[in-house]
């Protein structure tokens, strides 16, 4: 049996009546890309938020290396070593693009009240290795030059960039990217699928990512779980789940430009 | 196009009818801004004019110059004639009796015979003039602007500045700075420790020859270093220290050296500080504030503007190719010249002018305890008052013998009372409470929200104004008497040398503990804000839910925000009731709250801004009292014209 990352049980969340979630059960194995795909409303961003702890689901289980995510808050789930990133970009205003970074190195850093005020020999070092790290990061988003900006100033796809590095910056073994291609053009989505591989090969992080454009999610994936309106109706590799008859169906009813290109 | 112009006029005269009706005018009437030649008022009724006419230029579009100088005069006839129609309904019927303030504006202000046509047309001319303003490029207008702010500042206060100092201690001071900044260009030094040495030398040149001028006599009475009618203060060290003298001025050399590489902001800033003392130095060879003054005042803000706005970028190009070591060395000689200028400054001010400056300082520190809250994480608390009340009251329970610190209600003469403290003993453990108090309100405002959150922080604020006026606290607390009689602090090193005690009584001394309890909270602010935990702040002020997403605690953050805010507005507290040898609960009113908070957005995010806003929202009204009673209506239009300035991307990292 193989040991999985994150395992996900039964997974029921309703609002008012609405089903968002119908009994998913999804297996992410560790150091793979797992990609989410699905038409407008199939749930995909319910899921994520039930994982990253915004709000309990209803039923079911979720558990990352054998232990339980129900009831923590997000920070905590955070702080286990899951990272996510937004649909929309989500960059703090008034914080320079190394700040940003920093900020994600937030729970792998100790330095208190104390250490911040008396800059202590501990606290300093710290900061100087955080801000080496952060360097790094942001050298591999190709962002080095601008770490003085504000985001701001960013071009849209170097501030999506930006926020999988600084998601990355909290070390996590899990990270959620929630369309990380959207709004994005084709030579820099080719960048971004470059920066997704090498998170998963040289960061030996597991990556499980929300995408509609399909070329991305075939060219990305080593797994990939189709949901339509809050249920799994199919996953596998890429090219099983291109074949099932049930994946098309849930295509084909939804709006033509989401159609699987095969 | 003469829609927009005459909207503006009417809403202009509105806005002058009102102050006019309110008595504005009346109650500065009679107050010379310049001796003889430009009162309060009349300068008022120039700025309001001078307003409308770059608000109708400005709303008008302003295309071209005649354009521009047609609407704002436009505006301006508008304006007056208005006013010329109240004054001619002031003569038929009695205005007095709805507005007892009423006052005539145009024939008050000037003061003089004017035909009524005489009048109309300085206001057409002067509006037409604001229009000018508002067509002109932004650099252009923002140095006019400037130098024309600054001028009036200075004629508010002019009679108070101009015995500062004398034009001499000015001279010298420029002297050694500028000649010292010259010396280190002709040399074509690129090293900062060497520009530092020939700093440092000049500056030791320069004290010698003052030295030998006053020892040749310069310094009796009709001596050349005694023109103008103020004594010199800090050159008359020559005589009485002269080591402290030559020591200044090698210290003032060494650091002014630096003053053209240094970043573009603190050039500036310095640059400022360098023409006030000029100008003050000048007004003092005036027996009066008179035009002169102004005139002078005018010229050298124009050109201090003018040439720091095409020099700044210069000095930052500098300043950018040092190595991090020189630019580090560099900073510390900007904050060390600033510090110098602080630490003497008692000396210039004289007693009145400390106690102001004392004030000051202590809202000031109020504002940097707020800050801490309202900037970085952005909680909008109301509720300040309620720390700055219980470091008072916390440090004169400690330091006053009571129920308390004597186990007895009313403690007589003849009891020892063990418990009192000193102020020493008493502050750590005041700053302790208050950052614990500060920890306990914090964990319920973690749940709240925007408006919510306000209001649950002026409550904070109220209940604390409640309870220190409650009769069932009175054994403690002192209810509407407070306590009085809080000691001021006592420095004792008498174990050192049997000479060196000191209790803080004088203001000029009071004002040192003031200015380290500033430095000391300006440190911990920066501080926190540039480590993990002010990253988190300010991420959590972004946006909650990412920051929360990236494993941020918000309610820890909140707590240790909270915590040190309350501990440093705890420290303005204790300081500003032995400020006023007592705690009294008069003094601990929600205006407290809006005064710091409204200081806070006047201060954009920057202790220096901050800082300015401070002296000129709680300092400049001590000194014009009339202006006392506009304190709130003035720090309102400030707040309107920062609030404009808040939702662009002001802030920056350094901070």
Redesign the interface.
């Known amino acids: 049996m193989i040991d999985y990352l994150l395992q996900i049980r039964g997974l029921m969340k309703r609002f008012d009546g609405l089903t968002a979630l119908r009994w998913v059960d999804l297996n992410v194995p560790e150091h793979t890309i797992y990609s989410l795909i699905g038409p407008n409303g199939a749930g995909k961003t319910t899921l994520f938020d039930c994982i990253?702890g915004?709000y309990p689901p209803d039923e079911g289980e979720i558990n990352f290396r054998g232990h339980s995510l129900i009831g923590l808050?997000?920070?905590q789930v955070?702080?286990r070593g899951i990272?996510?990133t937004?649909q929309t970009v989500?960059?703090?205003?008034?914080?320079?693009v190394?700040?940003q970074v920093?900020?994600?190195m937030?729970?792998r850093?100790r330095?208190?009240?104390i250490?911040?005020?008396l800059?202590t020999w501990t606290?300093r070092r710290e900061?100087r290795r955080?801000i080496d790290f952060a360097r790094q990061l942001l050298e591999l988003a190709r962002l080095s030059d601008l770490d003085?900006q504000?985001p701001?100033v960013l071009p849209h796809a170097a501030q999506r960039r930006l926020e999988i590095v600084?998601?990355l910056?909290?070390a996590p073994s899990l990270l959620l990217l929630d369309e990380p291609a959207a709004g994005v053009d084709e030579t820099e989505t080719e960048e971004m699928i470059n920066l997704i591989h090498r998170i998963r090969d040289e960061f030996g992080v597991t990556v499980l990512l929300v995408e509609h454009d399909m070329s991305v999610v075939t060219s990305i994936s080593d797994f990939v779980a189709v949901l339509d309106y809050g249920q799994k109706v199919a996953d596998g590799r890429p090219q099983e789940v291109q074949a099932n008859p049930r994946a098309i169906e849930a295509f084909l009813g939804s709006s033509p430009d989401l159609q699987f290109r095969l | 196009m003469l829609r927009t112009t005459i909207t503006a006029g009417l809403f202009a005269l509105a806005l002058v009818t009102l102050l006019t009706l309110m008595g504005v005018f009346q109650s500065f009437a009679g107050r010379d801004l310049i001796a003889g030649f430009l009162s309060v008022n009349l300068a008022l009724l120039i700025v309001s004019v001078i307003g409308t006419g770059y608000w109708a230029a400005w709303r008008g579009g302003a295309s071209s110059i005649p354009l521009a100088l047609a609407q704002g005069g436009g505006a301006g006839l508008i304006v007056s004639i208005g006013l010329l129609a109240l004054e001619l309904l002031e003569r038929a019927i009695d205005l007095h009796f709805v507005f007892p303030n009423y006052a005539r504006p145009l024939m008050t202000a000037l003061e003089i015979d004017v035909t009524p046509l005489t009048s109309l047309l300085l206001v057409v001319l002067i509006a037409a003039f604001g229009g000018w303003l508002a067509h002109t490029m932004p650099s252009r207008r923002s140095i006019v602007l400037t130098a024309l702010l600054l001028t009036l500042l200075f004629s508010f206060v002019g009679e108070r500045l101009r015995t500062m100092l004398a034009l001499v201690d000015a001279l010298t001071v420029l002297a050694v700075i500028l000649s010292g900044a010259l010396l280190v260009d002709a040399l074509d030094v690129h090293r900062v420790g060497t520009s530092m040495l020939v700093g440092a030398l000049n500056g030791a040149a320069i004290a010698v020859a003052v030295a030998l001028v006053a020892r040749g006599g310069g310094l009796s009475p009709g001596g050349i270093l005694r023109s103008g009618h103020v004594e010199p203060v800090f050159v008359g060290l020559v005589v009485s220290s002269p080591t402290v003298f030559v020591l200044a001025l090698v210290l003032v050399g060494a650091l002014g050296s630096l003053i053209r590489s240094l970043p573009g902001r603190s050039y500036t800033v310095l640059h400022y500080g360098l023409a006030m003392i000029l100008v003050i130095g000048f007004a003092a060879t005036q027996s009066r504030w008179s035009g002169w003054s102004a005139l002078v005042t005018l010229v050298v803000f124009l050109a201090v503007a003018w040439y720091t706005s095409r020099q700044s970028s210069v000095s930052d190009a500098r300043y950018d190719r040092f190595d991090s070591g020189s630019q580090r060395v560099v900073r510390v000689a900007f904050y060390g010249l600033t510090f110098l200028g602080l630490l003497t400054l008692p000396l210039f001010v004289g007693q009145f002018g400390t106690n102001t400056l004392n004030l000051v300082g202590l809202y000031l520190l109020l504002s940097i305890a707020l800050r801490i809250v309202l900037d970085n994480i952005g909680l909008f608390n109301l509720g300040i008052v309620a720390f700055f009340a219980l470091g008072a009251y916390l440090l004169g329970i400690l330091t006053t013998p009571n129920l308390l610190t004597c186990g007895v209600a009313v403690p007589g003469i003849a009891q020892g009372c063990s418990g009192v403290m000193t102020f020493w003993q008493a502050l750590p453990l005041t700053l302790i409470v208050s950052g614990l108090f500060g920890a306990v309100t914090a964990l319920p405002l973690v749940r709240l929200r925007g408006d919510y959150l306000a209001v649950a922080t002026f409550a904070i604020g109220e209940m604390a104004r409640l309870v220190l006026r409650a009769d069932d606290f009175r054994p403690l607390l002192g209810s509407a008497q407070g306590i009085a009689g809080i000691p001021r602090p006592f420095i004792d090193l008498r174990i050192i040398n049997p000479a060196w005690q000191l209790r803080l009584d004088q203001e000029g001394e009071f004002y040192y503990l003031i200015l380290l309890a500033i430095i000391l909270t300006v440190m911990?602010s920066s501080?926190?804000r540039n480590?993990?935990?002010?990253?988190?702040w300010?991420?959590i002020?972004?946006?909650k839910?990412?920051?929360?997403?990236?494993?941020?605690?918000?309610r820890h953050s909140y707590v240790?925000a909270f915590t040190?805010s309350a501990a440093l507005a705890g420290l303005a507290g204790a300081l500003f009731a032995v400020h006023l040898y007592g705690a009294y609960p008069d003094s601990f009113t929600f205006q407290v709250s809006i005064v710091a908070l409204g200081l806070v957005v006047t201060g954009l995010g920057r202790i220096m801004t901050l800082g300015i806003a401070t002296l000129a929202l709680i300092g400049l009204p001590e000194f014009v009292r009339e202006l006392a009673d506009y304190r709130l209506l003035i720090l309102g239009i400030a707040l309107i014209i920062a609030m404009r300035f808040v939702t662009r991307?002001w802030?920056s990292?350094a901070g």
Do not use: C, K, N, W
């Open positions: 990253h915004v808050s997000t920070d955070a702080r990272a996510r937004y989500r960059l703090f205003d008034g914080m320079t190394l700040e920093l900020v994600g937030h729970g850093m330095t208190g009240v250490g911040a005020l800059r606290s900061e955080a003085e504000f701001q600084r998601a910056a909290s | 911990i501080r926190l480590s993990r935990i002010g990253r988190a300010r991420a002020r972004a946006d839910r990412a920051a929360q997403t990236l494993g941020i605690d918000i240790v040190t991307p802030r990292a």
